[in-house]
């Protein structure tokens, strides 16, 4: 399996992320244009910096009592992970700061054996 595989697979699990592309764009004549994607900290990075998901998006989730039968759309970031990446620590950052916000987060992990690993819970870091 390859990490292209991992990503196909957390896309069919949630068909309302989308890959996150990080880019900056210049005209012909070099002059700067901006940049996309949610941004990746300056400089050396630390801990506590934010880095987003691969894949964002959201996650369709139907209320209970008040608004029974009505769905919302709860923000999501998805992490994948081939065998032998290693998470970095804003990504770790990320992931906890989207749960302990309301959002939903996944880390997609391949194993060695080609199975995949979903991580949904805060990890201490």
């Known amino acids: 399996m390859s990490t292209q595989t991992t ?13 996150n592309n990080r880019c900056v764009a210049y005209r012909k004549d070099g002059s700067y244009i901006g940049k996309c994607g949610i941004p990746e900290p300056k400089g050396k990075e630390k ?14 989730v139907k ?13 999501k970031g998805v992490e994948i992970k081939g065998y032998g990446d290693q998470l970095k620590p804003g990504q770790i950052s990320w992931h906890n700061f989207l749960l302990e916000h309301g ?21 201490n870091k």
């Open 103 to 123: 959002a939903r987060s996944e880390i997609w992990k391949e194993q060695k054996n080609g199975d995949i690993e979903i991580i949904k819970e805060r990890i």
């Open 7 to 19: 990503d196909e697979a957390a896309w069919l699990a949630n068909p309302y992320t989308y890959r």
């Open 47 to 60: 801990p506590t910096d934010l880095k987003g998901s691969d894949r964002i998006g959201f996650e369709e």
């Open 63 to 75: 209320i209970t009592a008040d608004m029974v039968g009505s769905k919302v759309a709860v923000f």
